[in-house]
């Protein structure tokens, strides 16, 4: 079946640094997503994308991230100056349409350690 | 705005006694409703869905959840627990016509031999 994947698996990086955490959606899909979870909380949605834009980001998704499909496969999460409250679970997540019929499938996450 | 709550942060049964998890959303119209499942160290696993039609449905490994929007419930059962269902499960909601998921606290669910 295939499968999101996402690299690296755990990631740590000094604060104030720039990370970049990258995902390789399902070939077929076309939305895709991110979202966090820091240790302890609940998922939370940062950001979709669609048609190589933004389609909806939460309050969390200030100017210090960004996102973008630098080819046809992958998708990435940038942090421009990570800040310790940024250590968390980053998962990525791809569906074929808008929510509904077609459930958003998963990788394994990216565990982001701050320093 | 939207919310769900998952009641127990901490559930424990014995092997082979029925799974009972617990789920509510808040919406002001009737959501699509998931389940999904975290084994240690891996990504979320869709188990179920609820989108419209039967309000019972059925998932994988023996897991079904029923719809109720009278109790605004979407609870998780299993007849019978086995050892490999100790995980993480997370219930959540998306509003129709929206895409992000909306995520209850999670329930970790241990198997008692």
């Known amino acids: 079946e295939p499968e999101v994947t996402q690299t690296p698996s755990h990631q740590v990086t000094q604060m104030g640094q720039e990370v970049i955490l990258r995902c390789v959606p399902i070939?077929?899909?076309?939305?895709f997503y991110w979202y966090r979870q820091i240790l302890g909380q609940k998922v939370e949605f940062l950001v979709s994308?669609?048609?190589?834009?933004?389609?909806?980001k939460s309050e969390i998704f200030d100017d210090q991230f960004s996102v973008e499909r630098p080819d046809g496969s992958n998708f990435t999460l940038k942090i421009r100056s990570t800040k310790l409250e940024d250590s968390a679970m980053y998962f990525c997540?791809?569906?074929?349409?808008?929510?509904?019929?077609?459930?958003?499938?998963f990788g394994d996450g990216t565990r982001l350690s701050i320093l | 705005a939207q919310s769900v709550t998952q009641l127990g942060s901490h559930v424990s049964v014995s092997e082979g006694a029925l799974v009972l998890l617990r789920c509510n959303y808040s919406s002001s119209v009737p959501p699509y409703l998931f389940w999904y499942v975290q084994y240690p160290n891996q990504g979320l696993q869709l188990l179920l869905k609820?989108?419209?039609?039967?309000?019972l449905v059925k998932g994988i490994n023996g897991f079904e959840a029923e719809f109720k929007k009278s109790e605004t419930s979407f609870h998780l059962t299993k007849p019978s627990a086995h050892m490999s269902d100790a995980a993480e499960y997370f219930c959540a909601a998306i509003i129709q016509g929206a895409q992000k998921l909306v995520f209850g606290q999670g329930t970790r669910l241990t198997i008692n031999p």
């Open positions: 070939s077929n899909h076309l939305y």
């Open positions: 994308f669609y048609n190589n834009e933004i389609s909806e």
């Open positions: 997540a791809s569906s074929e349409e808008q929510g509904l019929n077609q459930p958003q499938h």
């Open positions: 609820y989108t419209t039609g039967a309000t």
